[in-house]
Each structure stands twice: as C-alpha cells, then as structure tokens.
C-alpha cells in the first residue's frame, strides 16, 4: 500500500469520503489470494481506474464499489478477503493512526474501561471507516453503523460486512482482550435497520 499518513487523516470539508485503507487493504488482500490478474479484472468491473494514495480520502462510493464487485464476481472468496482486508486495516491503524501513548493507556487499563476508551476513539474518526453511515456504540462491547455505505443499496441473504467485523475484532483483541471475537448479528443488505456487531469473550458479560 505505501507508506500510509501518520496519525487519523484530517476529515473533508465535503461529506461522502472513507480512508484510502478501505480500499487499498482489499487491492492488497485481492491480490495476495487471486493474484494480479484477477485484481485488475476486478478493478475494472468496479471503474477503479486509479488508486489513491495512502494520505488520500477517497469518495465512498468508489470503495463501494470495490467492495460489492468483490462480493459480486467472488462469492466463494469474498469473505475471506475481506476479512483480511479488515485486519489489515486495523494493523494499520495501531501502526500509523493511534498513538502509542494512547494504546500503552488502553493496554494497562480495566477491560471496561479500555473497551470504552476504545469506541469513543473509533467514534471521533468513524468516517474513516462508515463514511457517510451513522456510528454507534449501544453496549460497551456493541457497535452499530446505520446506512453502511459499503453495503448501499446491496441485498444479501445473510450479514456481510465481513470487512468491519474483521477491523473491529482486530482492534479490541490488540488493545482490549485478546480473548474477544466480533459477530455481525444484524446487516442492514439482510433487510435489518442496521449493522450491529456485538464482541464476546470468556468472562467478559
């Protein structure tokens, strides 16, 4: 991907815009698993004729796109990727967008409060990753986005943002509990009003 911005971008003064991770995480994922090929195949049904840069909001339509292409011409594999793509995206967070003095306090934090700590920091730059969809933190160890932008218009028998779960799992198993798993259990393109994901862990109720 480059070297990435250090620090949480600046937000656009334009609403409409996700981080270049969002994107480039699912390149770099499509191409490890498919190979060149397959990515530039993929790039073309999704009219990604070029690629942000690492420092680069990019509107969220176009990572979109990206996305639900994937899905689309890659069933089989789709969740995988994405899912990769999702803790790359966190790896990248921790190495370049989250202060280390900031994780150091979450490490040696209780789990509550670590957990929340955590959501109000995803909260303040949610647009990185929920663009124009609503961020929400109805439980502790809940996290809920309305009008995911990723999955706009998309419609699927089961929850899909297997990219979100993965990013959220990665985060809160590096500076919460390594114990912790994410699980979608509602998707707004299986009909629900949002996406809900909820973390669990041994002992953790």
């Known amino acids: ?3 990435p911005a250090v620090g ?3 937000k656009p003064s ?20 498919l190979g060149a090929e397959a990515l530039g195949e ?14 680069e909001p990019v509107r969220e339509e176009k990572a979109a796109r990206l996305h639900q292409t994937l899905r689309r011409t890659h069933p089989d594999t789709a969740r995988t990727i994405l899912a990769a793509a999702g803790r790359a995206t966190a790896d990248l967070v921790l190495a370049e967008r989250l202060p280390l003095r900031a994780q150091k306090l979450l490490h040696n934090a209780p789990w509550p409060v670590a957990a929340w700590l955590l959501g109000q920091s995803v909260k303040q730059n949610a647009w990185h990753f929920v663009g124009t969809g609503t961020f929400g933190l109805p439980g502790r160890l809940e996290i809920e986005i309305t009008d995911n932008p ?9 929850p899909g943002c297997h990219y979100h779960a993965a990013l959220f799992e990665r985060m809160f198993q590096v500076l919460v509990d390594q114990r912790l798993s994410c699980l979608e259990m509602t998707c707004g393109s299986a009909g629900d009003p949002s996406c809900r994901f909820a973390l669990f862990g041994p002992d953790m109720g």
Do not use: H, I, Q
């Open 1 to 3: 991907m480059g070297a």
């Open 8 to 10: 949480w971008l600046k």
């Open 14 to 33: 334009r609403d409409g815009f996700v981080a270049p991770e969002v994107v480039l995480s699912v390149v770099d994922a499509v191409d490890r698993s």
């Open 42 to 55: 993929l790039l073309t049904s999704a009219e990604l004729f070029r690629l942000p840069a690492p420092d």
């Open 150 to 158: 990723l999955l706009r218009g998309e419609k699927t028998n089961e």
